[in-house]
């Protein structure tokens, strides 16, 4: 049996004590060494040593009866690094710039010019970051994604999208750009703090300006070998494709029924072979038909489902592509700037 070198032990402990101020907030050494059961030289090394990576501070001291250095309370840096995240819809693009420690600094939104998508992504960014200089950038982009290049396919008609989008914004931002798929990002944003919280394997329908839907098994996203995983707008439901027959255009005038059974109809088939025990419905055009919509796809679903299924309607009130977005440029950054902490 391997045992981890010295090197390798000192990088999974700091990364621990990293994640422990993430969750809890500011702790003292005492409390470190208590929930991890490290000892007091490792925890005093692994401060120091995080303390001279810049990565966390002095924030304060516990009860008013306590000095010395027990009593400090340790924090994270957050402005060691700053991520963004961006929602390109047809006609705007919305950006969020977080810190280190996920707290939104900044946002602005600009509307979409075609011409130069890239320029204008940048420039938005620019704003939202002001000064702060950006580690990583995550977009959220309709259509495919290649896992393999990590660029848009020629499958999409949004304005001014184009194949090498993120090749293109890497040149005007400065710094690493991910594109991932839209209805991706509003799962990863479910799974995070959502109602698919703690659920490592569910579907997530959207029904929106378009219609697809996200698959996550095992706590992963699953994107196919193309990309394309999810892409239900492509089913034919009673002859007619699901993109057309789930199209805002499509839904008007109908009552909660006669959507949930269209929605049931769609959503069965990922629930037939996939076997998730959830289905998350968000977008627009669910949020509208609310608990009702989810309880009567439930209902449906359950009366001709092989397996267990639970529908629920999405609790995420503000744009969920752009805060999946965020945690995705969030997870990318922490591991490369708390990864190298120790060296």
Do not use: K
């Amino acid at each position: 049996m391997r045992t981890a070198t010295p090197r390798l032990a000192r990088a999974i402990n700091d990364r621990v004590a990293l994640d422990l101020l993430l969750e809890r907030g500011p702790l003292t050494a005492p409390q470190l060494r208590e929930i991890t059961g490290l000892s007091r030289p490792t925890v005093s090394d692994l401060i120091e040593r995080l303390q001279a990576e810049g990565l966390i501070r002095v924030a304060g001291e516990t009860g008013g009866d306590r000095r010395g250095p027990n009593a400090r309370l340790y924090g994270l840096v957050a402005e060691r690094a700053h991520v963004g995240g961006v929602d390109i819809r047809r006609d705007v693009v919305n950006v969020t710039v977080a810190d280190i420690a996920g707290e939104p600094v900044g946002s602005a939104t600009r509307p979409v010019d075609p011409r130069d998508l890239p320029g204008l992504v940048a420039a938005t960014l620019a704003e939202a970051a002001g000064a702060r200089p950006l580690h990583t950038v995550v977009v959220g982009a309709p259509g495919l994604v290649d896992p393999g290049t990590g660029d848009l396919s020629e499958v999409n008609d949004m304005p001014g999208w184009r194949p090498d989008l993120r090749t293109a914004l890497e040149r005007v931002v400065g710094v690493p750009v991910i594109i991932e798929n839209e209805v991706n990002l509003a799962a990863v944003a479910e799974h995070q703090g959502g109602v698919a919280a703690g659920r490592d394997d569910f579907v997530l329908l959207w029904l929106d300006d378009g219609v697809g839907a996200a698959v996550m098994l095992g706590g992963r996203l699953r994107r196919g070998v193309s990309g394309g995983a999810g892409e239900l707008g492509y089913l034919s439901l009673s002859g007619t494709l699901a993109c057309d027959l789930l199209a805002e255009e499509a839904l008007h005038g109908l009552d909660t029924g006669a959507l949930a059974g269209r929605v049931a109809e769609c959503a069965f088939t990922m629930v037939a072979v996939l076997d998730p025990g959830l289905v998350v419905l968000a977008g627009g055009t669910s949020r509208a038909g609310g608990a009702e919509l989810a309880a009567e796809v439930e209902r449906r679903l359950s009366a001709v489902s092989p397996v267990p299924v639970e529908v629920r309607m999405t609790e995420i009130a503000d744009n969920p592509v752009l805060r999946g977005a965020v945690h995705t440029a969030l997870a990318s950054a922490r591991d490369e700037v708390f990864g190298g902490a120790a060296r």
